[in-house]
């Protein structure tokens, strides 16, 4: 079993069993076609182009993850927010894509975070939150199920070794959202520092887009990128998105570390647009 592995499951068994308890998974779409998975987000979870590798989002390697009854749908972009995706007419896009009994996953916060710049800006308590709620009703206008999760942290560590949280108010701003609104939440944000802090400073290089020209602490490499898909899809179990049949490969199957698995990653061909 892998260093990441252990932690990772570690890291799930340290929850408390009041954390499992969720609503039921969404009904099978009509006709026993697949479900589709939409990824509303930012970089961090974006489909990657080849002038980008090795930065790796982990919404290319959820479908390791999944199985065939479960399609994903990547729409997140580089740079987007909450504000800027909805802005520019990506939630539209989805939203007239989305059938009942799909999935809405979205997750932003690192650059509603930027507020110096007011076309991505939000603000925790009030505009994040009115934003996503913009998700969550034009999810459950169409029947699709919405689901929430809190951004992957950073890698960040003090002088003690110690895994710092990046997000602010953020991951708290949401998980009050999901309570209120009654959402699935994925608490990414704290199941990534937790794993973080297990695998410690050094180790945690493997995992980011660390190269011999750049020292990327936010955005994940092919193993990251695996090892955040597979807490993904654990919480997807845990909070009863996804009925365990559809979930797959939790175990020792992936060694996010082997060539064998990033080797079935795929970029697009050509380069990064706007």
């Not at 308590?125 to 998700?135: A, F, G, M, V």
């Not at 199920?145 to 809190?150: E, G, H, K, S």
């Not at 110690?162 to 009654?182: I, Q, S």
Request: proline share 6%.
């Amino acid at each position: 079993m892998s260093t990441t592995r252990r932690a990772t499951l570690a890291a799930l068994a340290g929850l408390p069993l009041a954390a499992a308890v969720a609503a039921p998974a969404a009904a099978r779409p009509a006709g026993g076609r697949a479900r589709t998975l939409f990824i509303a987000g930012d970089s961090t979870a974006a489909q990657k182009y080849a002038d980008a590798q090795p930065e790796t989002g982990w919404g290319m390697a959820l479908p390791f993850f999944l199985s065939s009854r479960v399609e994903v749908a990547n729409h997140a972009v580089n740079g987007r927010s909450s504000k800027s995706f909805a802005d520019e007419g990506r939630l539209d896009t989805i939203l007239a894509a989305i059938r009942p009994g799909d999935l809405l996953l979205i997750q932003f916060a690192h650059n509603d975070e930027k507020s110096a710049d007011p076309a991505r800006y939000t603000e925790p308590w009030s505009t994040y939150q009115q934003y996503l709620k913009r998700y969550v009703d034009g999810a459950r206008a169409r029947g699709a199920r919405p689901v929430l999760a809190t951004s992957v942290e950073r890698r960040k560590f003090d002088a003690d070794g110690n895994a710092l949280p990046t997000h602010g108010e953020y991951p708290a701003a949401m998980r009050a959202l999901a309570r209120e609104e009654g959402v699935a939440l994925l608490d990414i944000q704290a199941r990534s520092l937790a794993l973080w802090q297990r695998l410690g400073a050094e180790e945690t290089k493997v995992y980011f887009n660390w190269t011999a020209t750049e020292q990327d602490n936010t955005h994940a490499n092919p193993p990251g990128a695996i090892a955040v898909a597979r807490l993904v899809a654990e919480e997807l179990l845990r909070r009863r998105v996804l009925p365990a049949r559809d979930v797959r490969r939790l175990g020792d199957e992936i060694d996010e570390l082997s060539e064998v698995w990033q080797s079935r990653l795929s970029w697009l061909p050509g380069t990064t647009p706007a």
